[in-house]
T-cell receptor
Framework: NAGVTQTPKFQVLKTGQSMTLQCAQD?????MSWYRQDPGMGLRLIHY???????DQGEVPNGYNVSRSTTEDFPLRLLSAAPSQTSVYFC?????????????FGDGTRLSIL | DQQVKQNSPSLSVQEGRISILNCDYT??????FLWYKKYPAEGPTFLIS?????DKNEDGRFTVFLNKSAKHLSLHIVPSQPGDSAVYFC??????????FGAGTILRVKS
């Protein structure tokens, strides 16, 4: 019973490098999202998806891209890493899109940009 | 411009006593509220929620109260246990699954 799996757990990048944070869920959830958590600011929504082929921006989308080619996977791409993107990233999923359903979170990816 | 505010960064409570975590919001369009608990090196886990049509929701030791006129909600944990020590996030939604989170409150339950 894996739930939401995020890889890698830790990553250090240099400024300007690109990388993809992976997120996979095995619960057949329609809704998936990415958050970043920074000290004193809680979790902020980066991008979300209501189903395969459909994505939209959240509160802090700049510098990130997403795609949703399958129900299970929702990768987050950093195009050109900047120190301001140092954060802990959480992927979440939930079933249903028309009403609130509790979101299931992965254990996070801790990303440092030097 | 934080729409969801948890003004107490931390709270320390004796085991067996009540823990009260508070949350204030500014957006009157929020109609659903949730509490998540987070342990170190893990993702947040859902704890309890409340719709704006209710003023109280209870689940075991956890009760959430909503005061819409004051734009305030609180989470009560009775009795508090050492395993409740974690970061608690308040979150709100205007509908759908897009959540706005507060900054969190660190709860320490002392045995």
């Amino acid at each position: 019973n894996a739930g939401v799996t995020q890889t890698p757990k830790f990553q250090v990048l240099k400024t300007g490098q690109s990388m993809t944070l992976q997120c996979a869920q095995d619960m057949n959830h329609e809704y998936m999202s990415w958050y970043r958590q920074d000290p004193g600011m809680g979790l902020r929504l980066i991008h979300y998806s209501v189903g395969a082929g459909i994505t939209d921006q959240g509160e802090v989308p700049n510098g990130y891209n997403v795609s949703r080619s399958t129900t299970e996977d929702f990768p987050l791409r950093l195009l050109s890493a900047a120190p301001s993107q140092t954060s802990v990233y959480f992927c979440a999923s939930s079933r249903g899109i028309s009403q609130i359903q509790p979101q299931h979170f992965g254990d996070g990816t801790r990303l440092s940009i030097l | 411009d934080q729409q969801v505010k948890q003004n107490s960064p931390s709270l320390s409570v004796q085991e067996g006593r009540i823990s009260i975590l508070n949350c204030d919001y500014t957006n009157s369009m929020f109609d659903y509220f949730l509490w998540y608990k987070k342990y170190p090196a893990e993702g947040p886990t859902f704890l309890i929620s409340i719709s704006s049509i209710k003023d109280k929701n209870e689940d075991g030791r956890f009760t959430v109260f909503l005061n819409k006129s004051a734009k305030h909600l609180s989470l009560h944990i009775v009795p508090s246990q050492p395993g409740d020590s974690a970061v608690y996030f308040c979150a709100a939604s205007t509908g759908g699954n897009k959540l706005v989170f507060g900054a969190g409150t660190i709860l320490r339950v002392k045995s």
